[in-house]
C-alpha cells in the first residue's frame, strides 16, 4: 500500500538535507549526474506512449532534458537551474572528417575538443588536450576563460524566482565547481598521473588556474541565485571501480586545499547545501571530503568496493546525506528483470532511507541499453517504497 504524501516537494527535500524524516525520500532525475540518455529517453517516451521533441542537456554525455510531463509522472521533486556559455562562446558542434569518419567535434571553454562518430552517437571522448606539451611558463599565457562574465547569468534570476514562486519543487544547480578533472582534460590523463608524480608543481598551478575560475564563477552565479535554490552541485571524481584513482597523499597536500577553499567560497554565498560528485570506491575519501563541508555525497556507487550502502549508512550517515544508490546501475538495472529491480530498490531504501538523509536516484545518469520497463520499474518501484508512514 502507497503512503500519503503530506509535504511538497521543496519542503521534502529541505527536511531531508536538514537530517529530518520527511513523509517519503525525494526522487530525483534529470541533473548532469542523475540524468538519462537521449535514445533510451526516445525509447522510454515511446513505451510510454508520449510524444515529445527531445531536448539535449548535456552534448557530451548525450543527455536528454526531461519533460515536465516525465518528471511528474515519476514523482521527481527536484528541478534544475544552471549557467549557460557566455556570448563570447559559441559552442557549436562541427563535422568533421577523419580517416574516413565523420565525427562531432565540441570544442569547450578551456580549448578541450569532446569527439563523437557520427555512426555511433553515444557520447563524446576527449580527441585534444590542449595542454599536452604545456611547461610551467606556457601556463601564464594560456587563455583560460572568464569564470565572471556577467553574460554567463543573464536571466538566471528571472528563471529561478520562477521556479521558487511558481513550483513546489527542490531546486538544485547544474555542476560547476570541477576544479580537479579540468586539468586532466587539458592535460591529458595518462600525462597528469605524471605529473603528479614527476612534476607537482605544474599540477598546483593549473589547480590554482582552474580554481580561481570556479570562484570567479560561483561569485557571480550564486550572487544571482544564491538565495533561491536548494543545492549546490559541484565535483571531481576521485575514484574507481577498486579505490583511489590516483594517490591519497596528492590528493590531501594538493587538491584537497582547493576544493576545501571553494566550498568554504560557496559557503559564505549561499545557505544552500553543497552536493559533491564522486564515481567509485570513494570510502578512502569520505572523512577528507567532510572536513572540506561537503552536506550530500553522489553517486553512492554501491557495486564498488566498500561502498555497500547499509555501511555508509552506519558509518557517515550522521554526517552526510547520500544522494544516488538506489541500485546497482552496472548490472542489475540494464540486465535484470522489472521485478528483480524491484526488490533491489526495497533492500537498499531500507539500508539508506532510516532517519532521513537520503535522496533515491540511480547510480549516475540512465545509460542506453536500459529497457524502459527497467526504468519504470526503477522509479515506481522507488517511489512506493520511499514513504517513512
Known amino acids: 500500500m502507497i503512503g500519503m504524501e503530506t509535504l511538497i516537494s521543496r519542503e521534502r527535500l529541505q527536511k531531508t538535507l536538514n537530517h529530518q524524516i520527511p513523509d517519503r525520500i525525494p526522487l530525483d532525475l ?14 522510454l517516451l515511446e513505451y510510454l506512449g508520449m510524444n515529445e521533441e527531445i531536448q539535449i542537456l548535456d552534448p557530451v554525455q548525450q543527455l536528454a532534458k526531461p519533460s515536465e510531463q516525465i518528471l511528474e509522472r515519476f514523482h521527481i521533486d527536484t528541478r534544475y537551474i544552471g549557467a549557460h556559455s557566455p556570448e563570447s562562446y ?13 565525427w562531432n567535434d565540441l ?32 601556463l ?9 562574465d556577467p ?34 582534460y587539458m592535460r591529458g ?9 614527476e612534476n607537482p608543481a605544474f599540477c598546483g598551478i593549473l589547480l590554482d588556474k582552474v580554481l580561481q575560475y570556479w570562484l570567479d564563477f560561483e ?15 559541484i565535483g571531481d571524481d576521485l575514484a574507481g571501480q577498486y579505490g583511489p584513482l590516483f594517490s591519497p597523499e596528492f590528493y590531501r597536500n594538493t587538491v584537497k586545499p582547493r576544493q576545501k577553499k571553494l566550498v568554504q567560497h560557496i559557503k559564505s554565498l549561499t545557505n544552500a547545501k553543497i552536493w559533491y560528485h564522486t564515481c567509485g570506491s570513494c570510502r578512502a575519501f569520505i572523512p577528507d571530503l567532510i572536513d572540506n563541508g561537503i552536506d550530500i555525497l553522489n553517486p553512492v556507487q554501491i557495486s564498488a568496493r566498500d561502498m555497500e550502502p547499509g555501511s555508509l549508512k552506519e558509518n557517515f550517515g550522521e554526517q552526510l546525506v547520500f544522494w544516488g544508490g538506489g541500485i546497482d546501475s552496472q548490472h542489475t538495472l540494464p540486465f535484470a528483470s522489472p521485478q528483480e529491480i524491484r526488490s533491489q530498490v526495497q533492500s537498499n531504501l531500507e539500508l539508506l532511507k532510516p532517519g532521513g538523509a537520503y535522496v533515491f536516484n540511480n547510480v549516475h545518469n540512465i545509460q542506453f541499453g536500459v529497457p524502459p520497463e527497467n526504468i519504470v520499474a526503477l522509479y515506481d518501484a522507488a517511489y512506493e517504497f520511499s514513504f517513512y508512514t
Open 30 to 43: 534529470g541533473g548532469f549526474q542523475t540524468g538519462i540518455h537521449r535514445r533510451v529517453y526516445a525509447e
Open 90 to 102: 559559441t559552442g557549436k558542434i562541427e563535422k568533421t572528417e577523419r580517416n574516413g569518419q565523420v
Open 107 to 138: 570544442k569547450d571553454e578551456f580549448g578541450v575538443i569532446w569527439s563523437m562518430p557520427e555512426e555511433q552517437q553515444l557520447f563524446m571522448d576527449i580527441s585534444h588536450h590542449p595542454l599536452a606539451d604545456a611547461t610551467i611558463p606556457d
Open 140 to 148: 601564464e599565457d594560456y587563455p583560460f576563460p572568464s569564470g565572471n
Open 151 to 184: 553574460t554567463r547569468f543573464t536571466g538566471l534570476r528571472e528563471e529561478a524566482l520562477r521556479l521558487r514562486q511558481d513550483t513546489p519543487y527542490g531546486i538544485c544547480t547544474s555542476i560547476s565547481g570541477v576544479v580537479y578533472e579540468i586539468c586532466w
Open 189 to 197: 590523463l595518462e600525462r597528469w598521473f605524471m605529473d603528479t608524480i
Open 219 to 233: 561569485t557571480g552565479f550564486l550572487s544571482e541565485i544564491g538565495d533561491l535554490v536548494d543545492v549546490v552541485m
